[in-house]
C-alpha cells in the first residue's frame, strides 16, 4: 500500500513479497470449513438431546479510525460486521466468525477506500458478579484492500483488542461495545486501523 502527496491511496501486486498468501488462504478456508462441520456437527447432537446449541448470530456497526501510513492519507471511516459465535460447553473460549466491510474516504480527493476482510477469531470473557461481561478478541484473517481510482490486493492481518458485552432483558440477546486494532500486510507498508463498534448478538 502506498499513499502518494495528495492523499490517494494506490495498491500494487502483492505476491512476490508474500508467496505464501494463497497457501496461508487455503488454509483460512480449510479450518473455517471443518469448524462449519464440528459447529453443525454438535447443533445436531444437541438438538437430539433436546439441549439448546451454543451458536449465536450478530452483527455490528461503527466508526473506522486508519492509523499510522494509512491515517496520513484516509479519512476516518465506517465499518459494518455480520458475525457468528460457537461456544463449545467444554471449553473456556468461544469461537467467533467475521465478515466485516470497511470504508474510508481519501483526503483532499473524491475517491474512496474500501476493506472487505472475513475474520476468524477466539474470545476470551472474563466471569463478573455484575451483568457487564469484560472479554478480550484476537484472529488471523484475510482481507481484500481496493480503491476506487484502481488497484487492490489481498494479504494476510492480524486483529486484537477487547470488548464490554451485557444482556437485554431477559432475552437471550445481547449488546456489546468493543475495540480492536488490525494489522493487514499490505505491500510497502502495513495497513493499520482501529475500529470502534456497537452490536448486537442473539
Given at each position: 500500500m502506498h499513499t502518494s502527496g495528495k492523499g490517494t491511496t494506490t495498491f500494487t501486486t502483492n505476491e512476490e513479497r508474500f508467496p505464501m498468501t494463497r497457501t496461508v488462504a487455503g488454509l483460512l478456508t480449510l479450518a473455517l470449513g471443518l469448524a462449519a462441520g464440528t459447529a453443525q456437527a454438535q447443533t445436531?447432537?444437541?438438538r437430539a438431546?433436546?439441549?439448546p446449541t451454543p451458536v449465536t448470530f450478530g452483527g455490528s456497526l461503527g466508526l473506522s479510525m486508519p492509523m499510522g501510513d494509512a491515517g496520513n492519507g484516509l479519512?476516518?471511516?465506517f465499518n459494518i460486521e455480520g458475525l457468528v459465535g460457537i461456544q463449545p460447553r467444554t471449553m473456556p473460549i468461544e469461537f467467533r466468525g467475521e465478515l466485516m466491510y470497511h470504508h474510508f474516504g481519501v483526503s483532499g480527493v473524491d475517491a474512496h477506500t474500501s476493506l472487505l476482510g472475513i475474520v476468524p477469531d477466539v474470545v476470551y470473557g472474563f466471569k463478573t458478579q455484575s451483568s457487564l461481561h469484560p472479554y478480550?478478541?484476537?484472529?488471523l484473517g484475510l482481507y481484500h484492500l481496493s480503491s476506487s481510482v484502481g488497484g487492490g490486493e489481498t494479504d494476510v492481518g492480524i486483529n486484537f483488542g477487547g470488548g464490554l458485552r451485557f444482556p437485554l432483558?431477559?432475552?437471550k440477546t445481547s449488546m456489546f461495545v468493543e475495540a480492536r486494532f488490525h494489522d493487514v500486510f499490505t505491500s510497502g507498508s502495513s495497513f493499520n486501523m482501529i475500529p470502534i463498534t456497537v452490536g448486537l448478538t442473539f
Open positions: 445436531n447432537a444437541r438431546n433436546g439441549a479519512n476516518t471511516g478480550v478478541i484476537g484472529g432483558s431477559n432475552s
